[in-house]
């Protein structure tokens, strides 16, 4: 399989649960990132990791949890959310940490929260 | 700071007609990135174009056409001869030289074409 493939597509959850996000690539990238798209706002990034190491944590809240345990996968663990945080969440990942290869993106999950 | 402006949140124009998508972009480095993505209804964004700050000659892909003039610091996006498939949302977006490849994203254009 290539590109960067994100599981599940949709998810629904109630606020008191747990649940979590998985995005895998298999293009030798060595940063991921994960994006929040709420609707009629623009992309907000989450977190960053290069080589398997955070290095970017913009401010998000601690019930979204990132693990990265190799440079293969990332995923987002969730829990007590809340209805604001219904979004589409992407993945990305990057080939380089110089900026000019641009991200290739998974096809997000659409998380509802009730 | 960085930044990137789109200004034009939603355009509508009917098939065949052509389209023009704006940006602009603010940065003090002489070595950048800049980027076009499309996202469609399902929901995956899609890389169109990458541009370095060093090259300023225009490229044409199909209908596809960008226009990138550092003088005034925009990166404009044409769509000739417009289709239906085109309907989607369209992001420009600016990456620094050497700054972990984290990439700074337009608000987005959505573009709905209609038959």
């Known amino acids: 399989e290539t590109g960067v493939t994100q599981t599940p597509r949709h998810l629904v959850m109630g606020m008191t649960n747990k649940k979590s996000l998985k995005c895998e690539q298999h293009l030798g990238h060595n940063a991921m990132y994960w994006y929040k798209q709420s609707a009629k706002k623009p992309l907000e990034l989450m977190f960053v990791y290069n080589f398997k190491e955070q290095t970017e944590n913009n401010s998000v809240p601690s019930r979204f949890s990132p693990e990265c345990p190799n440079s293969s996968h990332l995923f987002l663990h969730l829990h007590t959310l809340q209805p604001e945080d219904s979004a589409l969440y992407l993945c990305a990942s990057s080939q380089d940490k110089n900026g000019g290869y641009g991200y290739t993106f998974g096809s997000g999950t659409r998380l509802t929260v009730v | 700071a960085q930044k990137v402006t789109q200004a034009q949140t939603e355009i509508s124009v009917v098939e065949k007609e052509d389209v023009t998508l704006d940006c602009v972009y603010e940065t003090r480095d002489t070595t950048y990135y800049l980027f076009w993505y499309k996202q469609p209804p399902s929901g995956e964004l899609v890389f169109l174009i990458r541009?370095?700050?060093?090259?300023?000659q225009n490229e044409i892909s199909g209908r596809y056409s960008w226009n990138f003039q550092k003088s005034t610091s925009s990166f404009n996006f044409t769509i000739t001869a417009s289709q239906v498939v085109d309907s989607a949302v369209y992001f420009c977006?600016?990456?620094?030289?050497?700054?972990?490849?984290?990439?700074?994203f337009g608000q987005g254009t959505e573009l709905s074409v209609k038959p």
């Open positions: 977006a600016l990456s620094r030289y050497n700054q972990g490849g984290k990439l700074i």
């Open positions: 541009r370095n700050s060093f090259d300023e």
